[in-house]
Structure formats: C-alpha cells, structure tokens
C-alpha cells in the first residue's frame, strides 16, 4: 500500500541533544511538509519541500533544520532541543496543488518527542 | 493569530443521531476548505473538501455546508457511528500548497 511512514514513532531526548527524525513516502508526491503539533493545538506548518525546494516558515525557529535528499525522504533535524520542543511532529505529502483546486495532503502516523 | 477556529474542544452525540462540527474562519481569500480526521495514534485522514465557489458537498453519510459571507463552515455526519469517534480538524487553504488547521473538535459517539 502507498503510504507515508515516520520512524521513530516514539523519541525521548535529553535537552540540547541533536535529534533526527524520519519520513518517508511511497506516493511519489513531489511535495512534502513538516508539522509541529502540541497537545490540544492545530498543527503547526514547520516547513514544505516543493520538489528539492525548501520552503521556510517565517516563524520557524533555526533550531529546526530540514533535509531532502530524493524524492522519497525527507528528514528534521532539531539541532538543541529545549523543554518546549516536546510535541507530536507530523510528516504529509501531497501532489502539487491542482488548478482551482486543493491539495489533500497524506500523513503519516507521526512521531512524538519528548525532552527531558 | 488563529486563522481557522474550532470553538467546540469536544462534542457528544448519540449514535444515530447527527453530529454537527462547526468551523469558522477570518481570512476571506482562503479558497479552499478541508476536513480531517484523526484516531489516537494515527496520523489525521482526509475526510471531505469544499471549493469557495460552492456551498455543499457531499460524500455519503459526510456533508460539508460553507456560508462565505458568514465565514462558516459546517461538517454534518449522519447517522453517526461508533467508528466516527476521533478528533476532526478544520483546515483551509489559499491559493498554494500550504493549509492551515484548527485546534480540532473531539467528537464522542455515545451508544
């Protein structure tokens, strides 16, 4: 089955130690997004790959840094996570957006992290 | 600033019955509204989507209302069952890939 798939599903990390957490996808969609989602808040767009080009949000700390090396993969990297950085990070896909239509984005299980 | 709210954190409903989950949005060029739903543990599933040029769509017991002028929109599901118990969040979008979400509404099926 086509699907998107994030490991580790569960991370526990000391504070400031660098954390990578994984993504990837069999859907072959050319875009792909990060999402910060802490409990009982709406899911926080981090960033989005539109093929090979990253797409930052403006209030997305330099803490938090991406990589995509093909089109299947994709990577967050928190470089010196702090107590607040404990959330649910949520990995989608889509195609890209159709004309005069949306973009139903796929996601993935996700992985929660909590710093101690 | 939160673009898309979903002022009910929860929702109880018996089963059979019709739920109802609302949405209201401030950001008038949002073009495109979508809802998703999540069961504990899972990653959120698309549900349903609406266009800006309509008013109603519908997808067997799932049925989206928007009422632009009122910046609203409505999920209806009918009848409800025990599996439509998850968290349901409103999202919209404008014009690129980018959506943003709600808080979400937790909906309980009561049998």
């Known amino acids: 089955d086509a699907m998107v798939i994030q490991n580790p599903r569960y991370q526990v990390t000391q504070f400031g130690k660098p954390v990578t957490l994984s993504c990837s996808q069999t859907?072959?969609?050319?875009?792909m997004y990060w999402y910060q989602q802490k409990s009982s808040q709406a899911p926080k767009l981090l960033f989005h790959?539109?093929?090979?080009?990253?797409?930052n949000e403006a209030d997305t700390p330099d803490n938090f840094q991406s990589r995509r090396p093909n089109t299947s993969f994709c990577f967050l990297d928190i470089r010196s996570p702090g107590l607040g950085d404990t959330a649910m990070y949520l990995c989608?896909?889509?195609?890209?957006?159709?004309?005069?239509?949306?973009?139903?984005?796929?996601f993935g299980p996700g992985t929660r992290l909590t710093v101690l | 600033d939160q673009q898309v709210k979903q002022n009910s954190p929860s929702l109880s409903v018996q089963e059979g019955r019709i739920s109802i989950l609302n949405c209201d949005y401030t950001?008038?060029?949002?073009?495109?509204f979508l809802w998703y739903k999540k069961y504990p543990a899972e990653g959120p599933t698309f549900l349903i989507s609406?266009?800006?040029?309509?008013d109603k769509n519908e997808d067997g017991r799932f049925t989206v209302f928007l009422n632009k002028s009122a910046k609203h929109l409505s999920l209806h599901i009918v009848p409800s069952q025990p599996g439509d118990s998850a968290v349901y969040f409103c999202?919209?979008?404008?014009?690129?890939?980018?959506?943003?979400f709600g808080k979400g509404t937790r909906l309980h099926i009561l049998p």
């Open positions: 989608a896909t889509s195609r890209e957006q159709l004309a005069g239509g949306g973009n139903e984005q796929f």
């Open positions: 859907l072959n969609h050319n875009v």
């Open positions: 790959y539109y093929d090979k080009d990253f797409n």
């Open positions: 950001n008038s060029m949002f073009d495109y």
């Open positions: 609406i266009s800006s040029i309509k």
């Open positions: 999202a919209a979008s404008v014009g690129d890939d980018k959506i943003i």
